[in-house]
T-cell receptor, first 110, second 114 residues
């Protein structure tokens, strides 16, 4: 069945460095969402991508949806300690629910 | 509206006991979801409702799990005869129906089965 691979599983960066996480699927996705979960917290919705090749920005965060709608990325420019957490991608399941990847855990060294 | 509320925040129970969790979604949201999350993993889908109808239930979900949303507002998730493997964070989320509507998650109920 449809599933996504999120890479890397962990990323350790120095504050000020950039960070990218990828969500890759073997099949075409109808849409993809990104969430951030702070340590000890719950997932918080960041963005939704629907169109092929779509790019959206939120301040230092850039989200992309691949032309073939099989992959997506989240890029953070100049990380800050407030960016610490786990970033999940989620895609629409066949029954209307959202299926999540395993996440990329980001740690930022000040 | 204060967002999605879950009760209790923590539950410790002995193996074999039944437990029930409650979720109060955002009032304007007609969809309500239950997920389970263990350490280092993404949220795992359990079931979801649109209004009072349960539309989908994960094939991985044991018959010991049951969920209700009797009036299309709050929902309960019951686990019967709990096992140690049921220990996890149980997350509730709500959203509007529609393609790709973002989910609003509650803070979760952390279940520990001893």
């Amino acid at each position: 069945g449809q599933q996504v691979m999120q890479i890397p599983q962990y990323q350790h960066v120095q504050e000020g460095e950039d960070f990218t996480t990828y969500c890759n699927s073997s099949t075409t996705l109808s849409n993809i969402q990104w969430y951030k979960q702070r340590p000890g917290g719950h997932p918080v919705f960041l963005i939704q991508l629907v169109k092929s090749g779509e790019v959206k920005k939120q301040k230092r965060l850039t989200f992309q949806f691949g032309e073939a709608k099989k992959n997506s990325s989240l890029h953070i420019t100049a990380t800050q300690t407030t960016d610490v957490g786990t970033y999940f991608c989620g895609y629409g399941g066949s029954q209307g629910n959202l299926i999540f990847g395993k996440g990329t855990k980001l740690s930022v060294k000040p | 509206d204060t967002g999605v509320s879950q009760d209790p925040r923590h539950k410790i129970t002995k193996r074999g006991q039944n437990v029930t969790f409650r979720c109060d979604p955002i009032s304007e949201h007609n969809r309500l979801y239950w997920y389970r999350q263990t350490l280092g993993q993404g949220p795992e889908f359990l079931t979801y409702f649109q209004n009072e109808a349960q539309l989908e239930k994960s094939r991985l979900l044991s018959d010991r799990f049951s969920a209700e949303r009797p009036k299309g507002s709050f929902s309960t998730l019951e686990i019967q005869r709990t096992e140690q493997g049921d220990s996890a964070m149980y997350l509730c989320a709500s959203s509007l129906a529609g393609v790709g509507a973002g989910y609003t998650f509650g803070s979760g109920t952390r279940l520990t089965v001893v």
